[in-house]
């Protein structure tokens, strides 16, 4: 990113920062912020590409050092994601029932900035695809590494469904308050005593409803002022690293919070109890610091600073893993320049400063030409599309992103993508008559 566009952004969101009303819970925001730089940085740590005797390798670090499972349990942070959702997701619930707007309005605008920004990204590796295939690249490394550079949108397919349900969770929560999360917990139990007990493997993807949504939950009981005060947050984090513990050492459940190659079993695909567990202690302790960041965050060079961040935090979470690809395909153009240290040694860590720098500036330099998707233009008195062409768009959408992010986007075929996964996206976003410009206009 160029000096000058640094110092206008940074311009820009200080003025931003100013104009932000007393009302605000700045700490949602950093929250959002400070998960957003977590995820990236993990995500840049734990696949190391590596050259060995002239074979591109695909390993991760978790299997390599399994001392590094254990740090999972900081930087899986997907569950501070649902909790934000779930006070975000409650307020503008809430604005949109005092408008007298219904559903098909609020979910819509919804979609709309979920949706636009992934766009771009399956365009870029559409055309990636077609390329390689004329040229004939290595299937075998194009497949999972563009499977990876997609991960970002699986949270995006999961958020999506959550995002959906978000008037029946707030209307469980208004009848039953927190006993709508305990009653979501004991939905999760159960689908995990049929996963392990009774051996129905794939009943287990159900828990993406219940576990997700019970996290979110805790959002919707942030925003409602029902978690209490730091003392009694701190309770629920201490009762969710017991129930973490408890599952790692007595259950099936393996230590990483993330999937690692080579396990059988893994905590979050599909999410079990253990990331429910990761969810309470994780909302419990950071809500716990919440006044005294929320004090420290009136400081208006550090509030400017997560404006900046929450500005452009779609265009960071997309493109980060494609940046990841991209830079190790042109060190492998130039020789396998910095892919010959092996990874977990001592060289290696002492390296990835300088490959995360180089990562981030690549990653900023492509911010000013995408972040337009994120930054969409508001749509003046929009006429509500029907219920049901929201929620077919938002399947195939889901389900296109999600067999790409699952298979990678290579297949047999005279192009040598998965033409099909590839359109559905688009073909989601027309039947959801969204306005994401420039690659879907909304009808009249």
Known sequence: MPIKEKRNAWQQALNLAEQTPESRNRYVDFLRAVSIIIVICGHWLVVAFYIKDGEILLPDILSISPWTQWLTW???VMPIFFIVGGFSNSISWQS???RGEGY??????????LISPVLPVLVIWIIIGIVANLFNADKSILQPASAFALLPAWFLVVYIVVVSLVPLVYR??????IGSFWMLMAAAILVDIAVFLLGWKA???VNYIFVWVAVHQLGVAWQAQSMGDARQ???????????LIALVNFGPYPISMVSVQGEEISNTLPPNL????????????LLSLEKPIRKWLDNLKVWAATVLINGIIMTLFLWHVTVLVLVTGLALALGGIGLGIAPGTGTWWLTRPIWILTLGVVLLTLVPIFVRYERLRKIENPSPTQTWRLLLGAFLFCYGLASLTLNGITAEN???????????????AVIANLDVLPFVKRSK
């Open 104 to 113: 098909k309005i609020w979910f819509a605008a919804r979609l709309r900035r």
């Open 233 to 243: 947050r701190l309770f629920w984090a201490i009762g969710g690293i017991a129930a």
């Open 274 to 285: 253990t990331m429910l567990s990761l969810g309470i202690f994780q909302g419990g302790l």
């Open 96 to 98: 949109t029932q005092r």
């Open 74 to 76: 900081a930087l899986q």
């Open 172 to 177: 469980a929560w208004e009848r039953f308050k």
């Open 414 to 428: 005279m192009l040598g993508i998965r033409f099909v996964e590839m359109a559905l996206p688009f073909i989601g």
């Open 203 to 205: 009943f287990g993807w």
